[in-house]
């Protein structure tokens, strides 16, 4: 059965209703916070969980480049039609154009300085001052949609490179595998791509201009191994005449594309397209309207864009909608649970993907990228946010996604890659003699994904699987070192690590360590299916307290950081860049601190969510570290993020309203200032909370969840 929240909402469809009754919130969004340094962000022109992402190409071939942008960058190679938001690896960057005047072949790589950027939500424009040529950018879901001024006139042109991709140096020459162009007549351009970097995938595109091509020159290879062609194409313009260019994407063939350029942007009013995506941006966005100053506003709204660019669409326009960009290892903690509240007709969708990808694959998703699955991360964190579905109500045949968790959780599969459930079964956690790195995060992250698949096969009837699965979910405990208070590898023998270093990082399996983006500080905390456990291992309240003390007080150092880019942010040995450490602060409201986490949220909020280019810390990775911020500002979290349970924190904002379709929920911050930043007291609908804790249901049935904040 669907809930009411679900069938109040689905016919929104993100942008076909109006709740926002005509409030321009999208002015509060700045697409360039997260775009300098290492949030990886970019203010290219999107539309909510839209396949294309057309906008500025700064870089490419280095790790600050996995956005394709840095706000500093003097200028730009062009503009590309895909990207990944904020995440640590490269690939995308699909299809650069670059207008241009001027001879038609230049040695300097197209690249011009930039001034005058703005951007908006479903905007972005710059000017080039050595050309006098202003590109303007918007999209619809598969179309990216310019408009170039030519103020002096031409010769103009345009650069169509085909070559040109996000990827790591390595592969600037070897990512594309063939490439395919046609032009069938003199103002559309056709064809096709397969790319291989991240993952392996084929892309279609159609273009068209409302100018015709006068000419059309093909570039010389720069390299012999490229397999994607670049083209110049010709026009004639008079002075501060516009040329319009549309481009269409498909996953699935060039058909696909015109299809969805006929479909979605089928005349050539640009303010119109324009007008559209910022509509459904602000449709998207009235379903939380905040009230602050503006600077709360903007963090706040820019946290919702960001949330909201992907997971992306990779069907064509009229299918059923498919999701890639499923970013599981980091959205599972926040980012997908904020989604069952504000965008709930998506979720069934996203379990329908998922399922997709276990047919197509043999396993459940782990990090998905279009249709394909890159296995760079650990764990199966599709498993938490399936069952945090199944538990929440949602519709699906859930038999058969609890065959799949199952399989995907006891089987072998051939094409896995970080999968060794027989070590596991033996030995009840990875031995590092066996395991090559990440032994100790591999053990922890599976262990919260059989505790959730117990969950599910608990309130099912499978008596036996649950059992197995509760078992398993407690395998924490064994990598858990009493003599030392932190997580710590073991080999085959049993024997602890020695010697062992807290301080020391791991990377993967390409470092003799044996965690994944960080270190023991920061793993000995992921037990969010057992808290009572952990602090039971740490010889109770007053202990536990204490050690998470010091993990906020210890030396802010990195030790053998090598790879790790993603640890920034730190408070001590807390890293807010990385997702590991996103709900230990709220370990402190479940063991009677709640004045230690209000001091530290507000630290967080204020140290890391700053309203500046550089004012993330931490790869954003699609959204979570927005997600953790939304939930922050509104005073709760889903400390464990399967199952319906926000443990309360500390709101930063004075009042926040959840438009749910038939119900609301506001929150409200009495007397919130900046020195007033603890919780005195919480009541739910006038009563007061007899724990620390707001449940699913109690939002989606609509009330006013009021904080009595103080010094």
């Not at 209703?17 to 340094?37: M, Q, Y």
């Not at 927005?626 to 199952?643: E, H, K, L, R, V």
């Not at 007033?676 to 699913?696: D, F, M, Q, W, Y």
Request: hydrophobic content about 40%.
């Amino acid at each position: 059965m669907k809930t009411k929240h679900v069938v109040a909402l689905a016919a929104c469809a993100l942008g076909a209703c109006a709740l926002s009754a005509g409030e321009d919130l999208a002015r509060h969004v700045d697409p360039f916070i997260g775009t300098k340094g290492t949030a990886h962000c970019y203010p290219n022109a999107t539309t909510p969980f839209g396949l294309v992402q057309p906008g500025p190409a700064s870089g490419t071939g280095e790790w600050a480049y996995t956005g394709g942008y840095q706000f500093e960058d003097p200028k730009l190679y062009g503009f590309h039609q895909t990207a990944i938001s904020g995440t640590g690896c490269c690939d995308l960057g699909d299809l650069l154009v670059q207008p241009f005047t001027g001879p038609a072949v230049r040695t300097d790589h197209y690249q011009f300085a930039k001034s005058a950027e703005k951007a908006s939500p479903g905007s972005y424009t710059v000017t080039y001052p050595e050309t006098a040529i202003t590109t303007e950018v918007t999209a619809a879901p598969h179309v990216a949609f310019y408009r170039f001024t030519f103020a002096m006139g031409g010769p103009a042109h345009v650069l169509l490179d085909l070559q040109w991709g996000v990827v790591g140096r390595n592969g600037l020459t070897a990512h594309v595998l063939a490439s395919e162009i046609d032009f069938p007549d003199d103002r559309t351009v056709t064809g096709h791509n397969e790319n291989s970097h991240w993952v392996r995938r084929d892309w279609y595109y159609a273009i068209a201009f409302d100018h015709a091509v006068k000419a059309r020159t093909k570039l010389a290879s720069r390299d012999k191994r490229e397999k994607g062609t670049r083209w110049v194409l010709d026009f004639d313009v008079q002075p501060g005449e516009t040329i319009l260019m549309k481009v269409a994407l498909s996953s699935q063939s060039v058909a696909g594309a015109q299809a969805n350029l006929a479909a979605e942007v089928p005349g050539w009013d640009f303010d119109a397209v324009r007008a559209r995506a910022r509509a459904q941006w602000n449709d998207l966005f009235a379903r939380a309207q905040a009230s602050g100053t503006d600077e709360q506003k903007k963090t706040f709204y820019t946290s919702f864009y960001h949330l909201c660019i992907s997971p992306n669409n990779i069907s064509d326009a009229g299918a059923p909608r498919d999701f890639g960009t499923l970013s599981l290892w980091d959205t599972f903690r926040a980012a997908h649970p904020l989604y069952t509240i504000l965008c709930p007709e998506l979720v069934p969708e996203f379990v329908t993907s998922m399922m997709t990808d276990y047919r197509k694959n043999g396993f459940l998703s782990i990090w998905t990228l279009w249709d394909k699955d890159n296995q760079c991360m650990i764990g199966t964190h599709s498993v938490p946010v399936l069952v945090d579905a199944y538990l929440k109500g949602f519709p699906a045949d859930w038999e058969a996604v609890y065959a799949a968790i199952r399989d995907t959780l006891r089987n072998r599969h051939p094409n896995r890659r970080k999968e060794n459930w027989d070590l596991l079964d033996q030995y009840g956690y990875y031995p590092f003699d066996k395991i090559k790195g990440e032994s100790v995060s591999r053990t922890l992250e599976c262990a919260y994904d059989d505790w959730c698949a117990a969950q599910m096969a608990a309130k099912l009837g499978k008596a036996d699987d649950a059992a197995f699965f509760a078992k398993r979910a407690q395998n924490w405990k064994n990598v858990f070192d009493p003599s030392t208070g932190f997580v710590r590898g073991r080999d085959t023998q049993g024997k602890w690590r020695d010697p062992f270093d807290p301080f020391r990082l791991g990377h993967g399996a390409g470092t003799a360590n044996d965690f994944t983006e960080g270190n023991a500080f920061q793993y000995s905390w992921h037990v969010m299916q057992d808290p009572d456990g952990l602090v039971a291992a740490y010889g109770g309240r007053d202990k536990f307290v204490a050690k998470l003390d010091s993990l906020f007080t210890a030396p802010d150092k990195v030790e053998g950081a090598g790879l790790v880019l993603d640890v920034t942010g730190l408070i001590g040995q807390y890293v807010h860049g990385n997702e590991p450490s996103h709900h230990v602060i709220y370990f402190y409201p479940l063991v009677g601190e709640p004045d230690k986490a209000a001091d530290r949220i507000r630290e967080v909020c204020d140290k890391f969510y700053r309203n500046a280019p550089d004012g993330l810390a931490g790869n954003d990775d699609c959204g979570q570290m927005s997600a953790w911020y939304i939930f922050s500002a509104m005073g709760f979290y889903p400390f464990n993020p399967c199952g319906g349970e926000y443990v309360i924190g500390a709101p930063q904002l004075p009042r926040i309203t959840l438009n749910l379709g038939e119900a609301s929920f506001t929150i409200i911050a009495n007397n919130l200032s900046t020195a007033n930043k603890r919780v005195k007291s919480v009541t739910l609908n006038g009563k007061p909370l007899a724990r620390p804790v707001i449940r699913h249901a109690d939002i989606l049935a609509g009330g006013t969840l009021v904080f009595e904040m103080g010094e």
